[in-house]
């Protein structure tokens, strides 16, 4: 039965088809995730106004930061490793789901307990923004379930069931626009951070359902027994992983909180916020192509597959034309984009510049990074990782007292710039040398 399932969705399939209908299906999770997820911005920007969106921007930064935290790499190693495992050893994918379960249960709530504990340094030293004590303590709702569903998503992608989170998508986008304008008009600042948590809640929970319908369909059973063989895997991909977020993390929150802090602050926070959303539109179409190619490539690398490398340079290619072009297009509707948020969000062209150039390096560097992760070579991403975070955090402490949010988007630019440079050295020196993971499908 196994071998029936894995025949039907697994390798024997096209490239070309896995591709395009792993791509069609992101598409329909991109659109419905990212359009509530616009709508949403644009209506709390309307209701809280400047600063407050601003403030709430800031939050949702927080919130983020920690999720990576206490994931721990473990919504990367599973699409790594289930890509690897479905088909040769389910008993081996059912432990790392099963693992990886109680790790992000144990996590999530140690980080979520740990930020309504410390709310009030968080507000009053690190923000100097003491009035928001309450709101930091509900964001813990949020980091509890995305921590917690960060794994199931991995999962999801690493059986290529994109269309189980299609489902997920369009089911959540009305819920979450409609919480969003309930109870931010109800309750302000409060109600944005709410609705956060209860979306989070939300997702785990569908995706929780999915997971276990799609794991029942591969006969893959969620096991609990013999974990200890699965720790080799952690230590050698997780654990640089987690690194690599915490660190990637902490200089996304110091950068964000290096504006804040400024006189002003968080209104260019606010600014900088609307302006993100030309960058995020313009990584759209590239990060559904990446999130189809990441399992594709590392199941392509884990049977030595000789079309690994035509279908990375496929990808790469598209991707980084696709977002060039998209950059230039948004550039010029810039001021109508952000006069969607208010007249107060009307940037300089200077911001928008910078951070769709960022774009498209951020494109290109993610393209190359596919490589390193599905080669397994972890610590290299981290030692790259590294560098990317002390140009962000450094680049935007050094000039952020003049340039304001601007500092940050020329930051990303740098870092970006950066890393790409470094993954394009370090994935061509690997493809060069014919080089392979150890095979890990040994069960």
């Given at each position: 039965m196994t071998q029936v399932l894995t025949v039907a969705i697994g390798p024997s399939m096209?490239?070309?088809?896995?591709?395009?209908?792993?791509?069609?299906?992101?598409?329909?999770?991109?659109?419905?995730?990212?359009?509530?997820?616009?709508?949403?911005?644009?209506?709390?920007?309307?209701?809280?106004?400047?600063?407050?969106?601003?403030?709430?921007?800031?939050?949702?930064?927080?919130?983020?930061?920690?999720?990576?935290?206490?994931?721990?790499?473990?919504?990367?190693?599973?699409?790594?490793?289930?890509?690897?495992?479905?088909?040769?050893?389910?008993?081996?994918?059912?432990?790392?789901?099963?693992?990886?379960?109680?790790?992000?249960?144990?996590?999530?709530?140690?980080?979520?307990?740990?930020?309504?504990?410390?709310?009030?340094?968080?507000?009053?030293?690190?923000?100097?923004?003491?009035?928001?004590?309450?709101?930091?303590?509900?964001?813990?709702?949020?980091?509890?379930?995305?921590t917690m569903n960060g794994y199931q998503a991995g999962a999801l992608q690493g059986m290529e069931t994109f269309s189980a989170l299609a489902r997920i998508a369009v089911i959540m986008g009305p819920i979450t626009i409609a919480l969003t304008l309930a109870l931010s008009w109800s309750f302000h600042l409060p109600g944005g951070a709410m609705a956060t948590g209860i979306v989070a809640m939300l997702s785990w929970g569908l995706h929780q359902i999915m997971l276990r319908r799609e794991t029942r369909r591969r006969n893959i059973r969620i096991r609990y027994d013999h974990l200890r063989r699965e720790l080799p895997l952690l230590r050698g991909f997780a654990l640089p992983a987690a690194i690599s977020a915490i660190v990637g993390g902490i200089a996304i929150t110091g950068a964000s909180a290096a504006v804040a802090r400024q006189p002003g602050g968080f209104a260019e926070l606010a600014v900088f916020s609307a302006a993100?959303?030309?960058?995020?539109?313009?990584?759209?179409?590239?990060?559904?192509?990446?999130?189809?190619?990441m399992p594709v490539l590392c199941n392509l690398q884990a049977t030595r597959d000789a079309r690994y490398q035509r279908t990375l340079w496929t990808c790469l290619v598209f991707n980084a034309g696709l977002t060039a072009v998209s950059a230039v297009v948004l550039y010029s509707l810039a001021p109508l984009a952000l006069w969607m948020f208010g007249r107060g969000f009307v940037a300089s062209r200077t911001m928008p510049a910078l951070l769709l150039a960022s774009a498209v390096a951020e494109t290109i560097a993610v393209g190359w990074y596919q490589v390193i992760c599905s080669h397994g070579k972890m610590w290299t991403q981290l030692a790259i990782c590294c560098l990317w975070s002390c140009v962000l955090l450094g680049g935007t402490m050094w000039s952020v007292e003049t340039g304001g949010a601007a500092a940050l988007a020329g930051a990303y630019l740098a870092a970006w710039t950066l890393a790409a440079a470094l993954y394009a050295a370090a994935s061509r020196r690997l493809l060069q040398n014919g080089s392979f993971s150890s095979p890990t499908c040994r069960n």
């Open positions: 096209g490239i070309r088809a896995r591709l395009v209908s792993g791509v069609f299906w992101t598409m329909v999770v991109a659109v419905a995730a990212q359009g509530s997820s616009l709508l949403s911005s644009i209506i709390s920007a309307r209701v809280l106004g400047r600063e407050d969106y601003g403030r709430l921007a800031m939050l949702l930064s927080l919130v983020v930061t920690l999720t990576n935290f206490a994931g721990l790499g473990l919504g990367l190693t599973v699409t790594k490793f289930i890509s690897e495992f479905r088909g040769q050893s389910p008993d081996r994918a059912g432990r790392m789901l099963g693992m990886c379960s109680l790790v992000t249960a144990a996590t999530g709530l140690v980080y979520a307990a740990t930020l309504v504990a410390l709310a009030p340094w968080i507000a009053t030293v690190f923000l100097k923004s003491p009035e928001l004590v309450n709101e930091i303590r509900l964001c813990s709702i949020a980091v509890l379930f995305m993100n959303t030309l960058r995020t539109i313009a990584l759209f179409m590239p990060s559904l192509v990446s999130r189809v190619s």
